[in-house]
């Protein structure tokens, strides 16, 4: 069956650094693929996604990474903010293409 | 632009109880959604409607059924609540293509069976 899931459930770090969150996919037809982030007590928010054609793709300080071998994907922040502190979600669409898998979800927490 | 509301917020339900939750997206988006989010499990999609009088079962469909006469419009029932349905549920719209910024989600609506 489909599953997304995520490498690690926190991740704590120092504002100014970079942020790399982990997630793995198993369904190896899956050719779409998002990260979202979603604040305490909001709806998902879209970040950035990526086409499986694709292996990188940059957004504003932030950049997906896809590796289709080892079925891999990661969100990169550059300068995490306090204000990405937040609980980051990958998602892939369904093997009908239409509707959306998430993963586990990983808490990412800033402190100043 | 109201774009996706979902009613009501917040709601406490006893056991056997039918509970409706109702989602409204005012820019006529062809699909809709309804994902229910738990601690441990992220969100896990529960059904989906690619267009009006359409649905399909998503992961965990058991013990909800939906209905969409209306575009703009897809109620989620809890025809007999169980503990077990205690969560947060996510209503979200999308136009035809199913990409990833054109996904709306609503604010989410809390609900609590005792």
């Known amino acids: 069956g489909e599953s997304v899931g995520l490498h690690l459930p926190t991740l704590s770090v120092q504002e100014g650094d970079n942020s790399i969150i982990n997630c793995a996919y198993s369904?190896?037809?899956?050719?779409?693929f998002i990260w979202y982030k979603q604040e305490s007590g909001k709806g998902p928010q879209f970040i950035i996604d990526?086409?499986?054609?694709?292996d990188k793709r940059q957004g504003q300080r932030v950049t997906v990474l896809l590796n289709k071998t080892v079925k891999h994907l990661s969100l990169q922040i550059a300068a995490t903010q306090p204000g990405d502190s937040a609980v980051y979600f990958c998602?892939?669409?369904?093997?009908?293409?239409?509707?959306?898998?998430f993963g586990k979800g990983t808490t990412l927490s800033v402190s100043s | 632009d109201a774009g996706i509301t979902q009613s009501p917020r917040y709601k406490i339900t006893e056991t056997g109880r039918q509970v409706t939750l109702m989602c409204h997206q005012t820019?006529?988006?062809?699909?809709m959604f309804w994902y229910r989010q738990d601690l441990g499990h992220g969100l896990r999609l529960i059904y989906y409607?690619?267009?009006?009088?359409?649905?399909d079962k998503g992961e965990v469909p058991d013990g909800y059924v939906v209905s969409r006469s209306k575009t703009e419009n897809f109620p989620l029932t809890l025809e007999s609540a169980t503990r077990s349905q205690t969560s947060v549920y996510f209503c979200?719209?999308?136009?035809?293509?199913?990409?990833?910024?054109?996904?709306?989600f609503g604010e989410g609506s809390w609900l609590t069976v005792v």
């Open positions: 979200a719209s999308s136009p035809d293509t199913l990409s990833g910024n054109t996904i709306y």
């Open positions: 820019w006529s988006h062809s699909y």
């Open positions: 998602a892939e669409t369904n093997q009908a293409g239409t509707a959306l898998i």
């Open positions: 409607s690619a267009a009006a009088d359409i649905t």
């Open positions: 990526i086409r499986s054609n694709m």
């Open positions: 369904n190896s037809a899956s050719d779409y």
